[in-house]
């Protein structure tokens, strides 16, 4: 019997008001072990997202370019 161990893929969701830099609609990005993607649920647009630890939290930024 062959056993694999499982494949455990954490996502997580966030959602931030108005943090579309392209129209100010609301961002909705997704998390995971090795990228962050944002869609804008106004316009659509795909970016890939930029998480950066500070001393007052985390800060999120949308990078040029579709994801």
């Known amino acids: 019997m062959d056993r694999k161990p499982p494949i455990t893929t954490e996502f997580h969701?966030?959602?931030?008001?108005?943090?579309?830099a392209s129209c100010g609609g609301p961002l909705a990005g997704r998390f995971g072990p090795d990228s962050a993607v944002g869609v804008c649920l106004r316009c659509r647009l795909v970016t890939p997202l930029r998480v950066s630890s500070e001393a007052r939290g985390v800060h999120v930024s949308q990078m040029p370019g579709v994801a």
């Open 13 to 20: 969701d966030l959602e931030v008001p108005g943090g579309c």
